[in-house]
């Protein structure tokens, strides 16, 4: 999960340049994605990940860093999964 959101991130929006991204810099901080770009970024955790992020979810608590969006995935796609939604992903690695 965290390799996907770090690939989309460095595909997207450094352009291919990984540099020293760590998990967890802020994007916003770091100029890394703006307010438009945080658009993308949910389209693409929804298209990938079979989650529906709500408005109320659209926090930088959520969606600030590599790290808090890969923990608001794993509190999400339990309930997710309970109400009929997406399959839990069971990452290889743990």
Known sequence: ???K???FV???YLFGEEGKLRNDDSFMES???DST???ELVRFLEATFGVKISDEELIPDNL???EKIAAFLQRK???SAAVGGAPS???AQR
């Open 5 to 7: 959101i770090r690939t």
């Open 77 to 79: 796609l339990p309930a």
């Open 64 to 66: 600030d860093s590599i």
């Open 37 to 39: 770009g945080i658009l």
């Open 10 to 12: 460095i595909d997207n």
């Open 1 to 3: 999960m965290v390799q």
């Open 89 to 91: 992903l069971q990452p």
């Open 31 to 33: 100029g890394i994605i």
